[in-house]
């Protein structure tokens, strides 16, 4: 007789799995755990007369003796661990958060961000992204987080209400995309502009963020027999719906609108499924006038979104200034009222 048991062993690999991320996860846990009482030990000894900084040096020579193979308890490292303390210690909100992520990226957004809110901004996109070394270092140096604050996220109701701010960090679509890693010449057109994207769709993945899952390019839709393409479509679980992308070389035109809602009717009388919300499109230019995106959508529920993008990494001071400018404007504005 046949045997026709089919041994599949899924369910074991899962929970092998999941237990060894469950114990890594407390093993992280556990370490940054450590890091913080040292640095909170450290930094109420120094602040102690009796003390001072020469309980640094003691504490050095003593971990090499008692504890040799632990690494990253020389100076420079209980140094870092006494910063790590002090920096979170009065944000009862963000403290909790900083053992969910590696000591690797939490020094990195010690390191490379100024305020806390950047610093917590970029904790829980670790969080909720799992970002590796690479990744964090990318977001931080593109300036992400002041690109995040700067989008007005002025979009249609229907997408303000699927997004919200309940999935922050991570659920704005930008005004300004860095797309560097393209690395395309001076002169490329949009087929160029799309083929690069596609082979570094990895990268482009991280810059619009992980949510976005890639459907296909050149996506056909056939209306009244006729074939029309969609550069680049994608699936954003947050959002629950299909996003569309059309790719422009050149400076936003208003014409733009009405293609991409041809686009978006399409796909939602013949993709859309019952659970999902409406299609979103997103108008990828490489520059845009603020008063003409105005007045092309003054007049439209378009579910569309128009960013522009740049090829080169914007200066991060630029973006920090242009943030204060703005910030202190409202600020100002409050105080008036």
């Given at each position: 007789?046949s ?18 991320n ?29 003390w001072?900084?020469k309980i640094?040096d003691?504490?050095?020579?003593f ?7 632990m ?45 806390i ?5 970029y ?12 990744e ?9 987080f ?11 109701q229907?997408?303000?209400?699927a ?12 005004d ?11 002169n490329?057109?949009?087929?160029d502009?799309k ?14 963020g ?10 056909r839709?056939q ?5 029309f393409?969609?550069d ?7 959002l629950?719906?299909?996003v ?23 796909l ?9 919300n ?10 845009k006038?603020?008063?003409?995106v105005?007045?092309?959508m003054?007049?439209?529920?378009s579910?569309t ?8 990494l914007?200066d ?7 943030l204060?400018?703005i ?9 008036k009222?």
């Amino acid at each position: 007789m046949s045997n026709n048991l089919d041994f599949n062993f899924n369910e074991i690999i899962n929970m092998i799995e999941t237990r060894r991320n469950n114990a890594y996860k407390k093993v992280n846990e556990e370490l940054i755990s450590l890091y913080w009482d040292f640095g909170k030990y450290i930094s109420e000894k120094v602040e102690d007369s009796n003390w001072g900084e020469k309980i640094v040096d003691k504490l050095e020579e003593f971990m090499k003796r008692e504890y040799p193979t632990m690494k990253g308890f020389n100076k420079r490292g209980i140094y870092r661990m006494k910063q790590f303390y002090e920096t979170y210690k009065n944000y009862p909100i963000v403290s909790p958060l900083v053992t969910q992520i590696s000591w690797t990226n939490n020094l990195m957004i010690l390191s490379m961000t100024k305020t806390i809110e950047e610093k917590e901004f970029y904790i829980r996109m670790c969080i909720k992204n799992n970002y590796s070394k690479r990744e964090l270092d990318r977001q931080i140096s593109s300036g992400y987080f002041h690109r995040y604050m700067l989008s007005d996220g002025k979009a249609n109701q229907s997408l303000t209400k699927a997004t919200g701010e309940e999935d922050y960090p991570n659920t704005r679509i930008l005004d300004t995309y860095s797309l560097e890693f393209l690395d395309l010449p001076n002169n490329y057109s949009e087929k160029d502009l799309k083929k690069a994207i596609i082979s570094n769709m990895k990268d482009f993945i991280l810059e619009i963020g992980k949510d976005f899952t890639f459907v296909g390019e050149e996506y056909r839709v056939q209306v009244g027999g006729q074939d029309f393409f969609i550069d680049l479509l994608f699936y954003n679980r947050a959002l629950s719906c299909l996003v569309a992308f059309e790719l422009k070389i050149g400076d936003f035109m208003p014409e733009y609108i009405s293609k991409m809602d041809f686009y978006l009717e399409a796909l939602d009388r013949q993709e859309k499924k019952e659970n999902e919300n409406p299609s979103v499109g997103i108008i990828l230019c490489s520059g845009k006038n603020e008063q003409v995106v105005e007045y092309a959508m003054s007049r439209t529920m378009s579910p569309t979104m128009v960013s522009q993008y740049t090829l080169k990494l914007i200066d991060k001071k630029l973006l920090e200034n242009k943030l204060k400018e703005i910030s202190d404007m409202v600020e100002e504005n409050n105080n008036k009222k």
